[in-house]
């Protein structure tokens, strides 16, 4: 998947069995934009009324590998905003 938004890139960044991670990369971007998505986020949009530890439980595998690949690769301090995306 590479889409264009307006001069931004987006740009996988890591993908694993519970998470795709994307970066937007643009010249006039000063932050570093990170996405991530999966097939869990995408069940919060279509089912809005998810609130309370299922959203918690829903949330927590694409959570932590976002910040497990953040760990590896050094990026834990420098990345400046994730996105959590949810719907397709």
């Known amino acids: 998947m590479f889409k264009k938004l307006e001069g931004v890139d987006l740009v ?11 970066r937007l990369d643009a010249d006039k971007l000063s932050n570093k934009y990170y ?5 869990s986020t ?19 595998n694409p959570t932590k590998v976002t910040l497990d690949f953040f ?11 994730l996105t959590i995306f949810r719907g397709e």
């Open 12 to 22: 996988p960044e890591y993908a694993h069995s519970k998470a795709r991670l994307y």
């Open 35 to 39: 996405i991530v998505t999966s097939a």
């Open 42 to 60: 995408r069940h919060l949009l279509n089912s809005p009324e998810i609130v309370g530890f299922e959203n918690y439980d829903r949330m927590c």
């Open 71 to 81: 760990n590896k690769k050094g990026l834990i301090t420098s990345a400046n905003i």
